[in-house]
């Protein structure tokens, strides 16, 4: 089984980027789709209005840290769905351009249940804040993961010691690929680096 390094990353200088944080975010402190757990009270259709330049390329996975969460379109939706991936919640957004006048109502915040550590320690280049022991990652060069065939890994997840970061199966990198998705690329992770 192989896996890799799932990166929100923009494919041109002309891809949107929302910069600026949704109200019920800033109203609801508590709130993060980025901790690899489940999200148990009921989220409301999260509305946002942002300015951009109306010719903005906008992406199926637009970057936008302030959202507690990865950002996207349907069709993200539909390649998780159509392989049956089970540890995801989507909470719908509605999102308004005012510069392009435009309603975006087909985006949802991705909230990806569960964190593994399939990390190979000795062969990887990680620097980390305190001691090694501790496992808080400050920077990475490479990483390498243990033999994943034997473990039972869903087929995306969080990387237990740094949670922003997610890991994707080869099914899902082809599913993307196969579909267009835009917004994200693959890395190996021995390629990875933060």
Same mark, same amino acid.
């Given at each position: 089984?192989?896996?890799?390094?799932?990166?929100e !990353?923009?494919?041109?200088?002309?891809?949107?980027?929302i910069?600026?944080?949704?109200?019920?975010? %800033?109203?609801? *402190?508590?709130?993060?789709?980025?901790?690899g757990?489940?999200?148990?009270q009921?989220?409301?259709?999260i509305?946002?209005?942002?300015?951009?330049?109306?010719?903005?390329e906008?992406?199926?996975?637009?970057? #936008?840290?302030?959202?507690?969460?990865?950002?996207?379109? %349907? =069709?993200?939706? #539909?390649?998780?769905?159509?392989? !049956?991936? *089970?540890?995801?919640?989507?909470?719908?957004?509605?999102?308004?351009?005012k510069?392009?006048?435009? %309603?975006? *109502?087909?985006? =949802?915040?991705?909230?990806?249940i569960?964190?593994?550590?399939?990390?190979? =320690?000795?062969?990887?280049?990680?620097?980390?804040?305190g001691?090694?022991?501790?496992?808080?990652?400050?920077?990475? !060069?490479?990483?390498?993961f243990?033999?994943?065939?034997?473990?039972?890994?869903?087929?995306?997840?969080?990387?237990?010691p740094?949670?922003?970061?997610?890991? #994707?199966h080869?099914?899902?990198?082809?599913?993307?690929?196969n579909?267009?998705?835009?917004?994200?690329k693959?890395?190996?992770? !021995?390629?990875?680096?933060?």
């Amino acid at each position: 089984m192989t896996y890799y390094m799932m990166i929100e !990353e923009l494919d041109s200088d002309d891809d949107l980027v929302i910069e600026d944080e949704p109200d019920y975010m %800033k109203s609801h *402190d508590g709130i993060s789709f980025e901790e690899g757990k489940v999200v148990y009270q009921p989220i409301p259709k999260i509305y946002h209005e942002f300015e951009a330049s109306s010719s903005s390329e906008i992406n199926e996975v637009i970057i #936008a840290p302030l959202f507690q969460g990865p950002l996207v379109s %349907k =069709y993200v939706k #539909a390649s998780f769905d159509e392989l !049956e991936v *089970d540890n995801i919640q989507f909470f719908p957004v509605e999102l308004y351009h005012k510069n392009a006048e435009k %309603k975006l *109502d087909d985006y =949802y915040i991705m909230n990806v249940i569960g964190s593994f550590d399939p990390i190979d =320690y000795d062969k990887s280049e990680i620097e980390y804040y305190g001691t090694p022991e501790e496992k808080d990652i400050a920077d990475i !060069e490479s990483l390498t993961f243990i033999p994943t065939d034997d473990l039972r890994l869903p087929k995306i997840f969080r990387l237990k010691p740094y949670l922003p970061l997610l890991v #994707a199966h080869q099914a899902v990198k082809d599913s993307f690929e196969n579909l267009g998705i835009t917004g994200v690329k693959f890395y190996k992770p !021995e390629e990875y680096s933060l």
